[in-house]
């Protein structure tokens, strides 16, 4: 039983690679109107001109999401060229582990501004036009990237788990919110994915181990993960699908 994702319209956080540009080039080519948000404006415009070239309907919207005026600004742009939007993915994500002896405030700091408040404000931004969407009868819905790192403990990864259970917990404790008004909330956790994340690990020890995961174990790839978005917000809008863990299938 599903619906037709042609006609809506998305933001997609994060869209500058990865999760959340693989999301953004899927979802247009089944006719979703798409909101590019991220920070590498150059890399938006790219996706945009790539989406638009193949018949698609984008917008390059360089937004922080740690920034409270930034995501403001992106909200006011995407509603004045699009209108209302009728699906969210909060993919924007940074992971940056040392042991939590070291102390490094600033990266427990940037996760959690990111990973948490980044996707809060988001849902603050847009889930006015998810009511309204799911009011009208429309499908609507909100997908969180999260991480299989929300139940796994990784030696030196506390803080970025901590913030993917933080974002598990509000995916599932914001259904109590949305659901009865019609709105989705799909929470996925991915296991190992080959993106880009794993550049900004800035200890050589934990890359090397991340290296190494990837050669034995093999990575899902972000066309993967994007797979599964289209699957989950092309069902007939009475099935949620939840929650999700994806791994690699050698991945414990
Ligand atoms: P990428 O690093 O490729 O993508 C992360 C995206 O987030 C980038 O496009 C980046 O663009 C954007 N981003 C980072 N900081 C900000 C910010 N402050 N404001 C706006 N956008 C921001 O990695 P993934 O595709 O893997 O990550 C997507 C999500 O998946 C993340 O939440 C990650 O935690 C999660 N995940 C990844 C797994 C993996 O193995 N890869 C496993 C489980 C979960 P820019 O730098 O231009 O802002």
New binding site residues.
Partial sequence: SYTTLAGRTAVI?????????ATARLLAAQGVRVAL????AE?LEELAAAIKEAGGEALAVA????DQASVDAAAELVHNTFGRVDLVV??????LPNPVDEGRADEWQRMI???VT?ALRIIRAFTADLVAAAAEGRTADLVN?????AHIMFPNYAV?GAT?AALTYLSTSLRTEFGPRDVRVTNI????????????VDNAELSGQLDGMFDALG?LS?DEIADLIAYTTSRARHINLRQLIVQPTRQA
């Fill in positions: 956080t994060g869209a500058a690679s990865g999760m959340g540009s948000l991220a920070r590498r890399r937004t922080d999401v740690t909060n993919a924007a994500g940074v992971m501004d990111t990973n980044g990237i999260s991480s299989i790192g970025y993917k956790e991915p296991g190992l994915t080959d993106t880009e994340l794993a550049d900004h990575g972000s």
